[in-house]
């Protein structure tokens, strides 16, 4: 049988529609909801980005303000504007576009946002909430993989799950979050020996490893829930470049009960719940004011 497919696409409206009314609750309290996004490099693809998410926060409301940093910004001057942001009583989400300057770590940049205003969720007070399962803003990605699963209805509790990729804004968030929903969780990664001996055991399969096609039919259990996290661009034989996942879609179609595509998966889920989160923090600022 054919797996259902789970449409990342209908789902992210949803997730918008809810957005809107929260965002609306909140300007009528009269309570600020502005999006900072700091952008440094000027990659094409970072600028059309944050032009796109420049559209989605207006049509939901949201303030937006792209901040553009020169090109050769040192961490010293994007510390400082983070810094600023962090005491700015009017923004109330922070996030910063990839990549950054060479010599810049990522992380450093990331770990120096307000735990309240990181809507990324990638400070280690964010992920460190998620392990006490008192969750602030949780990671994006895993949160839209997350979801998906759940909107399969697949009872998690006592559920095999095995998530393939262990990175620290996909694959672990993503563990811990099905730990959480009283799944018994694998975690595999490069150095996993034998991949297919723990993604066949998987009532629910989550994979985020960036290795085109990686899963095919035989790594599937028959009826298990998989969700591919995996965003590859790749050129094909007639010189084409597309977007494939990790998983093989139409190998592991036959096999899963419920698959999600790539695109229109794990993707628009992404930037959905990426707004979830502003609004999110929004209002735990509300609250606390
Ligand atoms: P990463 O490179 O930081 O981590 C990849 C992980 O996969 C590592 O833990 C590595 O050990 C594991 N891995 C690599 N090859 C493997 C193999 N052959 N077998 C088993 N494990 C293997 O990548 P990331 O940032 O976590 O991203 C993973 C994928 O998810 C990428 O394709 C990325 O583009 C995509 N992604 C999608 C979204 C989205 O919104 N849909 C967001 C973030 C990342």
């Known amino acids: 049988m054919a797996a259902q497919i789970i449409d990342g696409n ?6 918008q529609a809810d957005v809107r009314g929260r965002v609306r609750a909140l300007r009528e309290a009269g309570r600020p909801v502005r999006l900072a996004a700091l952008l440094v490099t000027r990659a094409p693809a970072g600028e059309i980005y944050a032009q796109r998410q420049a559209a989605s926060c207006r049509e939901l409301g949201i303030d937006y303000d792209l901040i553009k940093l020169p090109d050769e910004s040192r961490f010293a001057e994007i510390a400082g504007e983070i810094d600023r942001l962090n005491e700015d009583p009017s923004v109330t989400g922070i996030m910063v576009h990839l990549p950054l300057p060479g010599g810049v770590e990522p992380t450093d940049v990331q770990h120096r946002i307000a735990t309240v205003k990181d809507v990324e969720g990638v400070s280690p007070a964010n992920i460190g909430y998620v392990i006490y399962g008192r969750e602030v803003i949780v990671p994006c990605t895993a949160l839209a993989a997350m979801e998906l699963v759940r909107s399969t209805g697949y009872r998690l509790e ?13 694959g672990r968030p993503a563990a811990l979050l099905l730990t959480q929903a009283g799944a018994t969780v694998t975690v595999c990664h490069k150095m996993t020996r034998d991949l297919k001996s723990h993604t066949r055991r998987a009532d629910v399969l989550v994979v985020a490893a960036g290795v085109p ?6 790594h599937v259990r028959e009826g298990a829930v998989v969700i591919d996290v995996g965003i590859n661009r790749v050129t094909t034989l007639d010189g084409k470049t597309r977007t494939i996942g990790d998983v093989n879609f139409e190998d592991v179609q036959h096999k899963a009960a419920y698959l999600s595509p790539v695109p229109g998966g794990v993707g628009p889920m992404t930037v959905a719940v990426l707004l979830q989160n502003v609004v999110r923090s929004a209002e735990l600022i509300a609250k606390r004011a």
């Open 158 to 170: 006592g559920a095999e799950a095995v998530v393939v990729g262990a990175s620290a804004i996909a």
């Open 10 to 15: 209908v789902l992210a409206k949803r997730v």
């Open 213 to 218: 096609n990686l899963i095919a039919a035989d």
